[in-house]
Nanobody, 119 residues
Framework: QVQLVESGGGLVQAGGSLRLSCAASRDIFSIDLLGWYRQAPGKQRDLVASITVGGSTTHADSVKGRFTISRDNAKNTVYLQMNSLKPEDTAVYYC?????????????WGQGTQVTVSS
């Protein structure tokens, strides 16, 4: 498994931007799927965006056109660029890594970083 450490969260006004980073403890070029999830108080953890080892991306409808996920294999880091932030984006954001080995899925989570958007 891989250890993940998120950073870049904070307090921002509506309409502002933040860039989240997720640093991995080892190389990520072989990690099949990297993703960002978020969890607001009292709600379930939802997928925000994901990126495959080949670079294909998926973004939740609620963030399409505003958020962009990317990965830098040389830096072992995955990013989430968040623009035009809204108060409803307020949540703890978690980094996730999934590596498939045979029939086993190895799943890792970061500790989360708080994003608060004020109106």
């Amino acid at each position: 498994q891989v250890q993940l450490v998120e950073s870049g969260g904070g307090l921002v006004q509506a309409g502002g931007s933040l860039r989240l980073s997720c640093a991995a403890s080892r190389d990520i070029f072989s990690i099949d799927l990297l993703g960002w999830y978020r969890q607001a108080p009292g709600k379930q953890r939802d997928l925000v965006a994901s990126i495959t080892v080949g670079g294909s991306t998926t973004h939740a409808d609620s963030v399409k056109g505003r958020f962009t996920i990317s990965r830098d294999n040389a830096k072992n880091t995955v990013y989430l660029q968040m623009n035009s932030l809204k108060p409803e984006d307020t949540a703890v954001y978690y980094c996730n890594a999934v590596h498939f080995v045979g029939t086993t899925n190895y799943v890792s989570w970061g500790q989360g970083t708080q994003v608060t958007v004020s109106s």
